[in-house]
């Protein structure tokens, strides 16, 4: 298990789930969601279980590691539309974009 056959990649794992962390929450804050820090940890913590398995656990399914290390930032993309959704009716015959 230790050390992982590839150092660079862990390093490079390491790197993605700082920068995933960092947009999460910026992105958060930006848009005035709930507590974009609980938001950014549970996403940035997924991605992080994602590339440990892959770096750690060589016999883990690549179809597993590929959906735990989703899980975070899909939903953040869920609770992200729900947050910018505007209260108005749907006017039929147009798209929200075209008012």
Known sequence: MWPPDSPL????GLAITVAV???????A????MGRPLL?????ASTCAVGVGLYVFVPTAPLTGVLLTAN???????????VTTE????AEPGTL???K
Do not use: K, N
Request: charged share 20%; net charge negative.
């Open 96 to 98: 929200p974009h075209q």
């Open 29 to 32: 804050t930006r848009i005035e």
């Open 39 to 43: 938001w950014a940890s549970i996403t």
């Open 21 to 27: 962390f960092a947009v999460v929450y910026w992105d």
């Open 86 to 89: 505007t209260d108005e009716p």
């Open 9 to 12: 990649l862990a390093l490079a």
């Open 71 to 81: 899980t975070g930032p899909v939903l953040y993309g869920f609770e992200r539309e």
